[in-house]
Every structure is written in C-alpha cells, then in structure tokens.
C-alpha cells in the first residue's frame, strides 16, 4: 500500500515571497489533516477536511495560508506572503475517518524562509 | 479542550537499558492515546494506540505504553533500549474516531554504546 505522498521536500524561499505544498493520501483515506511542525515542537494542526470539505481550519492563519481538497484526494497548501516564521516542516496525514483509526503521515515538506 | 504533556525534552540511555517516556493528558471526556516516533528528516511513524480496550498496550520494535486513568498518564516504555531506537517520540491525544489528534512536545531519546 502506498504512502502518503508529500512534494516537495524541501523548499527555501525569502519572505514575501509566495510556496505551495501538494499532498496525495493514501487511496481511500476521507480525511486530511495539514500539521505545521516548528522545530524542536510537537506538530500542530492547520486545516482538517473531510472529502472535499473542511472540518476544522480555526488555527490557520487565513491571512496567509490556503488549502483547498477540490476532489477530495490531493490537497494543496499555499502560503502568500511568506514569512519567516513560517519556517517549519509541513506535515500531511490522512486516516480513513469513519472510526478511531491512526492518522498516516507523509515525510512533510521542510520550509525555510530567508 | 485536550492537551498533552511530555516530561523531558531530552531522555539518554544505555544501550540495553530501560527506556522510560512520560506522557500525561488532560481530556475532558475519555481519550484515544497514541505514541508516534520520529526518526530524522521523515515523517511520523504510529508505535502504538489505546482506543479504551485494554490499558497495556503493545506496540511495534518492542515498545508498550500503559493507560493509567487515575494519573491520567500514558507512559510508553522497553526494556532494553537499541541503537536504532534513537529519535524523537511523540504523545497524541484525540477524543473521537474523526478527532485531529493533539500532540505534545516531543522527547528526543539519545542511545548511548
């Protein structure tokens, strides 16, 4: 069975400048879930959809940050304008959403912001 | 609102010698209980799970956790620790199946030859 599939793995930007994140779940996997995961923390969550539609997205910054599931299976995550704070790893996890089950994780994508 | 706590950032040990992590939760209703492990540069990897069947959980590589209600902890432990277990450790709590899970900290486990 596939993983979830992250791209890419890294990326520098400078600040104001303008990056997005693309994400595959596994196949079949309802829910998505986008973690920011600063260094040296625990991850935290960004936006959680549910197929196409968005479950919880009350820590996202909206000013700046974006994410859309328009089919509900690849996700994007867009940060415009950047800042250098959001230098982290930006994590990926689906899980399949019906009952208590595991999230998986992709190998995230480390941005860093100069 | 649920939250988790790691005690120690920063746990070392001996190769051969028992591995001790500390997790306690806070849940305003009963918790799921999860241990992930993060090895450099990739993503996190599920050890274990307590979904309220038995509270002594066993998990892969060895490791298990016990669910202890009344201290409302989940400390994951192995009782002889590898090289290869070297890597970040991450307690998570979620309160239903659909639920983000919430993490802590995380504690950075160092093996020592």
């Not at chain 2, 994951?76 to 659909?98: I, Q, R, W």
């Amino acid at each position: 069975e596939a993983g979830v599939a992250q791209s890419p793995r890294y990326k520098i930007i400078e600040k104001r400048q303008s990056v997005a994140f693309w994400c595959n779940p596994i196949s079949g996997h309802a829910t998505l879930y986008w973690y920011q995961q600063i260094l040296g923390q625990g991850p935290k969550l960004l936006i959680q959809f549910q197929n196409n539609g968005v479950v919880d997205d009350s820590q996202l910054p909206k000013d700046r940050f974006s994410a859309e599931r328009l089919k509900g299976v690849d996700s994007t995550l867009k940060i415009q304008p950047a800042k250098l704070e959001d230098s982290a790893v930006y994590l990926c996890a689906s899980s399949l959403g019906d009952r208590i089950t595991e999230a998986f994780f992709g190998q995230g994508t480390r941005l860093t912001v100069v | 609102a649920q939250s988790v706590t790691q005690l120690g950032s920063h746990v070392s040990v001996s190769e051969g010698a028992l591995v001790l992590l500390r997790c306690n939760y806070s849940s305003s209703v009963p918790p799921y209980l999860f241990w992930y492990v993060q090895y450099p540069n990739q993503g996190l990897q599920l050890l274990l799970k307590y979904t309220s069947a038995a509270t002594l959980v066993k998990g892969i590589n060895g490791f298990e956790a016990e669910f202890k209600k009344s201290e409302t902890s989940f400390h994951l432990t192995k009782p002889s620790a590898h090289m290869s277990d070297a890597a970040e450790y991450f307690c998570a709590v979620s309160t239903s199946g659909n639920t983000p899970l919430v993490f802590g900290k995380g504690t950075r486990l160092s093996v020592i030859a």
